[in-house]
């Protein structure tokens, strides 16, 4: 996407869609705005919610009540222009210093998968796997499913990821556990029990009692 930077026009709409956040026109509720209003502009909004997100993203003290708002607005416009989304959950996922971007676009990801995006979202989840005991309960495992789902839904494009990755994978430095699940989530693969039964021994590793079900 292209118009990132705030220039007359975008800054004036930029400043509108900050008002309306609170606007009586739609009785002062941003939950109207975001899921209702502005999905009904379809990808001329992308622009602005891109820009909007960034600026409460780069605030310590912002409620994350407002990015998800807008993350759910982008996800809705997806279903009518999913290419265009696409490249917003690629860009949210691309600001490594940034949870809030991060988790963005691996919630849109999951919705609209890339291809491209898998490897990043591999090394996303890689640490929230190591860091789940380190986090705050909620938020780890919060993190952790969310990368694993964006993850699950990115190999459905290419299964042979997945086998390559076990391959090449070190079960002494990585959660190599994980790619074991991803295979047996793989659709339409009918090897996939096979192919996993000879690549993981019988103790291949200890599985979060909050592993998503099969």
């Not at 009904?40 to 993203?57: H, I, K, P, V, W």
């Not at 780069?58 to 279903?79: Q, Y």
């Not at 994978?169 to 192919?195: M, R, V």
């Amino acid at each position: 996407m292209e118009r990132y930077t705030s220039n007359g026009v975008s800054a004036d709409v930029l400043k509108l869609l900050i008002n309306l956040e609170t606007h009586s026109s739609h009785h002062g509720i941003p939950e109207a705005l975001y899921e209702n209003l502005i999905p009904t502009l379809g990808e001329r909004a992308l622009d602005y919610l891109y820009q909007r997100f960034n600026l409460l993203s780069s605030d310590e003290k912002t409620n994350r009540f407002i990015p998800d708002l807008i993350t759910k607005a982008i996800i809705v416009i997806g279903k009518t222009y999913p290419e265009k989304v696409k490249v917003v959950g690629k860009n949210f996922l691309n600001k490594n210093n940034n949870d809030l971007c991060k988790e963005a676009g691996l919630s849109i990801l999951k919705e609209f998968p890339d291809l491209a995006s898998i490897n990043k979202i591999w090394e996303i989840h890689k640490f929230n796997t190591k860091t789940l005991g380190q986090q705050e309960s909620k938020k780890g495992s919060f993190n952790y499913i969310l990368s694993f789902e964006a993850l699950k839904s990115c190999v459905q494009l290419q299964s042979k990821w997945v086998e390559e990755s076990i391959e090449n994978s070190d079960p002494k430095k990585e959660p190599t556990y994980e790619l074991g699940w991803l295979l047996l989530n793989l659709q339409n693969h009918k090897e996939a029990l096979i192919i996993f039964q000879l690549f993981f021994p019988t103790n291949w590793g200890v599985i979060p009692y909050w592993r998503i079900e099969l």
